[in-house]
């Protein structure tokens, strides 16, 4: 909580009014634009309507912004969407990465790096 202090002028009254510990500015926060959610929300509508995918979340820290996508709501994500600025200009700010950490696909535009979530998903028959 900052501190204030009011000053007083030559008839004792108080004038004006003092930060003494100004507030620091809040954090900024990374998160997706409007047209950016909309392409992911529409890839994640088609594979909610076959019954894969069930839940979302989405989470805005101060590096990067995270589309988790979840099968049930108690379980680990299957995959994330992640918009990192920092990596914009070297790798792409966009990455699709699966549950074990491995990063499926990487990129500048989004809409080519969510084409991996659209791929079936094929299990290995031994």
Known sequence: M?????TRNRNGKSSNLV????KKPAPEIVAFQKTELYMILQVYSR??????WRDYAID????????????RTSE????????????????GAYSVVNATGQILKRGRELKNVLKVLDKKTKLASI
Do not use: C, W, Y
């Not at 930060?19 to 100004?22: G, I, S, V």
């Not at 594979?47 to 894969?52: D, K, L, M, N």
């Not at 805005?60 to 099968?71: C, E, G, K, N, Y």
């Open 2 to 6: 900052a501190q204030a202090q009011f």
């Open 19 to 22: 930060q003494l510990h100004p």
């Open 47 to 52: 594979r909610v309507a076959t019954g894969e």
């Open 60 to 71: 805005m820290l101060t590096d990067r912004a995270v589309f988790s996508i979840f099968h």
């Open 76 to 91: 680990t994500p299957l995959f994330t969407v992640e918009k990192n600025p920092k990596l914009a200009r070297k790798q």
